[in-house]
C-alpha cells in the first residue's frame, strides 16, 4: 500500500441524502480477519444476491494493490452512480477512503481487522453478514478526516517510533512469517533498540517552537482517544485533531506509559501531553549529507514517506460513512459535513503549545 496519494484540490462534491441504490463494487483485502477466503468472498456474494443490487465484489489478490483497485471501484460508482464497500481492517479502510473521499461517493465497512476502530466508533457489526447488510441498507454520516500534505487518515497518523516499529514489524515476518510472536519480537527489538529522538521544529494553530521527541502520534478516532484517557478526544467531533507527544525517554518510562495506556490513564501520565488543534506543521532539517527532508510515517497502520514540513490538518471534504438506520447524526457530525464550507463558522482552537516539552 505504497501509493497512497490519491487525487485531491477537487470541488467538494455534492452530499449524499442517503445510500444509492445504485450498483455495488466490494473491495476486498483476502490476507485480513479471521475468514479464508471462500468464506469470507461466499459471504459477500451471497448478502450482494440476496439484496438484488447489481455490482461486483474485487478482490486484491496477491501482487495487486489495494489503492489501485479502490480507485477502479470509486471511478465505477462515480460513473454508475453507485456505492463502495470495503471488507478489511483499517489500513484496508483507509486505503479505500482515500479512493472515495474526493469524489462524495458514501462507502460502507466490513471491518475484519484486529482494531476495526472506525467501524466500532460508528456502531458497524465485526459480524461479516451484519456489517454487508448494513452497508447495503444503511444511511450515509458525515466522518471527519484527517490530512497531511497530501495524504488522507481516518483513524491516526504518527511521526517517529511507530513508523520504525511498522518497519522492524514487515522486516522480521518476511523472515520468518506472520504469526503473533513474530511481531511481539519485532516490538521488542524496537523498544529494545537505540532510537535517537527527533528535534522538529513545529507550528501548532499558528504559534512556534522546538520540541524534541521520540514520537509524535496525531488522533482523528474519539474512540480509540477516550481508550487512552484523554479527555481531548471530544475535540475530533468539533473539527480538530489531537497531538500526543511526549519528552525523550528510558525504556522504563516507555514501559510505564504503555501500561498507563493500556489502562486508559495517558491523562495522569506526567511525561505525556495532549492537545487540540486545527493545524500543525512539522518539519525537520535534512539528514547529514542529505538534500532531502523527509518523514517515515504510519498512516492507519500503513508506511509511507512525505516531504518536509509536514502539515497535519482537517482535510475540508468527509467521509461519507454508511452506518445503521438506528443510529443518529449528531451535531457535532453534521459539523464534519460543514467544514469546507465558508459560510460555516470554524470551532474555536483548543489551548495550543500549554505545557509541551520543548527541545
Known amino acids: 500500500m505504497e501509493s ?5 484540490g477537487k470541488p467538494v462534491a455534492p452530499h449524499p441524502a442517503h445510500v444509492s441504490h445504485g450498483p455495488v463494487f466490494i473491495v476486498v483485502n483476502p490476507g485480513s ?16 444476491d440476496r439484496s438484488g443490487r447489481a455490482g461486483e465484489v474485487m478482490v486484491a ?20 452512480g453507485g456505492i463502495v464497500v470495503v471488507a478489511g481492517g483499517d489500513g484496508t479502510v483507509s486505503a479505500v477512503a482515500r479512493a472515495v473521499v474526493p469524489r462524495g461517493i458514501a462507502l460502507g465497512v466490513v471491518p475484519e481487522g484486529t482494531f476495526n476502530l472506525l467501524a466500532r466508533n460508528f456502531g458497524i457489526s465485526e459480524d461479516s453478514t451484519e456489517a454487508i447488510r448494513i452497508a447495503l441498507t444503511g444511511q450515509t454520516m458525515p466522518v471527519q478526516v484527517g490530512r497531511v500534505n497530501d495524504l488522507l487518515f481516518l483513524v491516526n497518523a504518527s511521526i517517529g517510533l511507530y513508523p520504525k516499529l511498522l518497519a522492524d514489524r514487515e522486516q522480521f515476518k518476511s523472515r520468518f512469517g506472520r504469526r503473533r510472536w513474530v511481531a511481539l519480537l519485532a516490538g521488542m527489538k524496537t523498544l529494545l533498540g537505540e532510537f535517537r529522538p527527533l528535534t522538529l521544529d513545529i507550528e501548532l494553530d499558528g ?13 482523528n478516532n474519539r474512540m480509540q482517544l477516550e481508550r487512552l484517557g484523554l479527555p481531548e478526544a471530544q475535540a475530533t467531533e468539533r473539527g480538530q485533531l489531537v497531538l500526543l507527544t511526549a519528552p525523550p525517554f528510558g525504556f522504563w518510562t516507555l514501559l510505564k506509559l504503555m501500561l498507563q495506556a493500556a489502562l486508559g490513564r495517558l491523562n495522569q501520565a506526567s511525561e505525556a501531553e495532549a492537545v487540540a488543534f486545527r493545524v500543525l506543521e512539522v518539519a525537520r532539517k535534512p539528514r547529514s549529507g542529505s538534500k532531502r527532508r523527509q518523514f517515515g510515517i504510519a498512516l492507519d497502520g500503513e508506511r509511507a514517506r512525505i516531504e518536509s514540513p509536514a502539515r497535519f490538518s482537517v482535510e475540508p471534504r468527509p467521509l461519507w460513512l454508511i452506518v445503521p438506520m438506528a443510529i443518529e447524526r449528531s451535531p457535532e457530525s453534521e ?19 500549554g505545557g509541551l516539552a520543548g527541545a
Open 4 to 8: 497512497m496519494v490519491e487525487e485531491l
Open 33 to 48: 480477519g479471521r475468514e479464508t477466503r471462500e468464506q469470507k468472498l461466499g459471504t459477500l456474494k451471497a448478502e450482494l
Open 207 to 219: 504559534q512556534r517552537r522546538k520540541l524534541r521527541t521520540p514520537t509524535l502520534f496525531i488522533g
Open 61 to 80: 489478490d496477491e501482487g495487486e494493490d489495494i489503492a489501485h483497485l479502490a480507485a477502479r471501484a470509486a471511478q465505477r460508482a462515480e460513473r454508475e
Open 335 to 353: 459539523a464534519a459535513a460543514a467544514i469546507g464550507d465558508p459560510g460555516v463558522t470554524a470551532p474555536a482552537s483548543g489551548p495550543a503549545l
